[in-house]
């Protein structure tokens, strides 16, 4: 019988793990590198390592035969989708669904307030001993759009809320009620758009919402609307992101791009109107306890035989 449980930290540096031997299980630690901790065929939950490529995200899975679980540590899937289909039918796949929200949510807000409030332009000032005095945009009384409203959009409507925002509008994959109100379809855009002073992406990538955000989605953004990319970077069309930049109609602010990371000599990174950061909207210090919380209520339903959370698909159904 296989019990391998492969971790991307050591077992002792998750509070509240089951103790292996109770459990019947055996923890290996793999945080991505050359060399695996046993024999795959032998592991039976696979934490897939944080913040590693695709290619190490999926390395092992076409030999994992006995594995039943496999839990990402991010919210998007995107990167262990294509070794889903060399696993066999029942495994459940489980993503990181309240481990992301504070950190990314903190960083969405951070992102808004620097570009409307003119940080980066402080920012160089000081370094070129330049005094840039003058009014700028205030998040207060502006109409926020989020795109993409999961865990991590709400959490970002949480942080909204003490800054007077004139507006919050909400829109997902589907229609649907909340306590601070309705969530529209995707289908809703083309009219929202012209209204939101502020767009903030936050929705997975998946086939529906890739390049979403491209050229006639940038249009009907209105003259001086701000773009906020937390998603991922394939959900904004680069090329036509560039060209409304460099026309000077909107701005943006992206913790995520495409390609990624974004290589040198690349146009967006000096396109004007444009705040970027190294996708690290999850990786603050919030992550790690959130994340060993999970992997512990995880493991210790799975060795109880009972129900998982965060199951995003089952393979073969």
């Given at each position: 019988?296989?019990?391998?449980?492969?971790?991307?930290?050591?077992?002792?540096?998750?509070?509240?793990?089951?103790?292996?031997?109770?459990?019947?299980?055996?923890?290996?630690?793999?945080?991505?590198g050359p060399d695996f901790p046993a024999?795959?065929?032998?592991?039976?939950?696979?934490?897939?390592?944080?913040?590693?490529?695709?290619?190490?995200?999926?390395?092992?899975?076409?030999?994992?035969?006995?594995?039943?679980?496999?839990?990402?540590?991010?919210?998007?899937?995107?990167?262990?989708?294509?070794?889903?289909?060399?696993?066999?039918?029942?495994?459940?796949?489980?993503?990181?669904?309240?481990?992301?929200?504070?950190?990314?949510?903190?960083?969405?807000?951070?992102?808004?307030?620097?570009?409307?409030?003119?940080?980066?332009?402080?920012?160089?000032?000081?370094?070129?001993?330049?005094?840039?005095?003058?009014?700028?945009?205030?998040?207060?009384?502006?109409?926020?759009?989020?795109?993409?409203?999961?865990?991590?959009?709400?959490?970002?409507?949480?942080?909204?809320?003490?800054?007077?925002?004139?507006?919050?509008?909400?829109?997902?994959?589907?229609?649907?009620?909340?306590?601070?109100?309705?969530?529209?379809?995707?289908?809703?855009?083309?009219?929202?758009?012209?209204?939101?002073?502020?767009?903030?992406?936050?929705?997975?990538?998946?086939?529906?919402?890739?390049?979403?955000?491209?050229?006639?989605?940038?249009?009907?953004?209105?003259?001086?609307?701000?773009?906020?990319?937390?998603?991922?970077?394939?959900?904004?069309?680069?090329?036509?992101?560039?060209?409304?930049?460099?026309s000077g109609r909107i701005t943006a602010?992206?913790?995520?791009?495409d390609p990624e990371p974004l290589p040198?000599?690349?146009?967006?990174?000096?396109?004007?109107?444009?705040?970027?950061?190294?996708?690290?909207?999850?990786?603050?210090?919030?992550?790690?306890?959130?994340?060993?919380?999970?992997?512990?209520?995880?493991?210790?339903?799975?060795?109880?035989?009972?129900?998982?959370?965060?199951?995003?698909?089952?393979?073969?159904?």
């Amino acid at each position: 019988m296989t019990t391998d449980v492969w971790l991307p930290f050591e077992a002792h540096e998750i509070p509240g793990l089951p103790d292996a031997s109770e459990a019947g299980l055996t923890y290996r630690f793999w945080d991505g590198g050359p060399d695996f901790p046993a024999d795959p065929a032998d592991c039976v939950f696979y934490v897939v390592p944080y913040m590693k490529t695709t290619e190490t995200a999926v390395r092992p899975l076409s030999a994992m035969t006995s594995v039943r679980v496999v839990q990402t540590l991010t919210a998007g899937i995107d990167h262990v989708e294509p070794g889903l289909p060399s696993l066999a039918p029942g495994v459940r796949l489980c993503n990181a669904r309240g481990v992301h929200e504070t950190s990314t949510a903190e960083l969405a807000l951070t992102l808004i307030l620097s570009s409307l409030r003119g940080i980066p332009r402080f920012v160089e000032g000081q370094r070129q001993e330049e005094w840039h005095a003058g009014f700028y945009p205030a998040l207060a009384d502006r109409s926020v759009l989020i795109v993409g409203y999961g865990s991590i959009g709400s959490a970002i409507e949480d942080r909204l809320a003490p800054f007077e925002c004139a507006r919050v509008a909400r829109v997902a994959r589907s229609a649907r009620a909340t306590e601070r109100g309705p969530v529209l379809p995707l289908a809703e855009l083309p009219s929202l758009l012209p209204e939101a002073d502020v767009v903030v992406l936050s929705t997975p990538l998946t086939e529906s919402t890739r390049g979403l955000a491209g050229a006639e989605f940038l249009a009907r953004m209105k003259d001086g609307a701000l773009l906020v990319n937390v998603a991922r970077g394939p959900v904004v069309d680069t090329k036509a992101l560039v060209a409304e930049l460099e026309s000077g109609r909107i701005t943006a602010a992206l913790d995520v791009t495409d390609p990624e990371p974004l290589p040198a000599g690349h146009p967006l990174w000096h396109a004007p109107g444009v705040l970027i950061s190294p996708h690290v909207g999850g990786s603050s210090s919030a992550f790690l306890p959130r994340a060993k919380r999970l992997l512990a209520a995880q493991l210790t339903e799975y060795a109880a035989g009972r129900q998982l959370d965060n199951i995003v698909l089952t393979t073969g159904s």
